[in-house]
């Protein structure tokens, strides 16, 4: 995966990886259930309307559930470090920005690979099991966007994290390829 456009009527500012690297005094010198992880890429968006946005991207080269899993991993700690910081601003508030989390990666390489993971995910629901696969796959494979609470993701889960994050709506994205061999994708913000 080498090109991923986030489309939106708007002014982007965006930034890479490094905006979010190596910042170890929000992450693991604060708790040891924080990971020092990093998105590819992090963006402000000021939408026609004049909602503001924060946009986090992770590409992957190929699809694999474990990665996919990952990615949001990546993703929300670099949330985390964000708030920490944008925490400090005088007019941020976190309640009036929409927050989107945008993963995106290869398609299955092959109908086997799809059976594969839609066995997985079939297996984990009639063990009755809330799994990532379960919880964020599926309804982002059939649907490739769903909105959540960030208290449904176990990184926030795992600390008591002020109301403001746990209670806040993001909506989550996973952008596949048409095909296994494309490296390039688009996602529409909504």
């Known amino acids: 995966m080498t090109h991923l456009e986030v489309v939106a009527n708007g002014t982007f500012t965006g930034f890479d990886h490094n905006l ?3 910042v170890k005094d929000i992450t693991t010198r604060m708790s040891c259930q924080l990971d020092d992880k990093d998105c590819d ?3 402000f968006l000021t939408d026609s309307s004049e909602q503001e946005h924060l946009v986090f991207a992770e590409l992957k080269s190929g699809f694999d559930v474990q990665k996919i899993t990952a990615a949001f991993h990546q993703i929300t700690m670099s949330f985390i470090k964000m708030h920490a910081w944008l925490s400090l601003c005088k007019h941020y508030d976190l309640h009036d920005l929409k927050v989107h989390f945008i993963t995106a990666c290869r398609c299955c390489r092959d109908q086997d690979q799809e059976d594969s993971v839609m066995l997985r ?3 984990a629901q009639q063990l009755g099991k809330e799994t990532f696969e ?3 796959l599926k309804p982002l494979l059939s649907k490739h966007n769903i909105k959540v609470k960030l208290s449904s993701f176990g990184d926030i889960q795992k600390l008591p994290f002020h109301d403001c994050i746990c209670d806040k709506d ?3 994205y ?3 390829t048409g095909k296994p061999a494309e ?3 688009s996602v529409t913000l909504i």
Request: proline residues 0%.
């Open 134 to 136: 379960t919880k964020f």
């Open 121 to 123: 995910i079939s297996e």
């Open 41 to 43: 890429g992090v963006a």
């Open 174 to 176: 996973l952008q596949l």
């Open 20 to 22: 979010v690297k190596g």
């Open 183 to 185: 490296s390039q994708v």
């Open 170 to 172: 993001v909506t989550m």
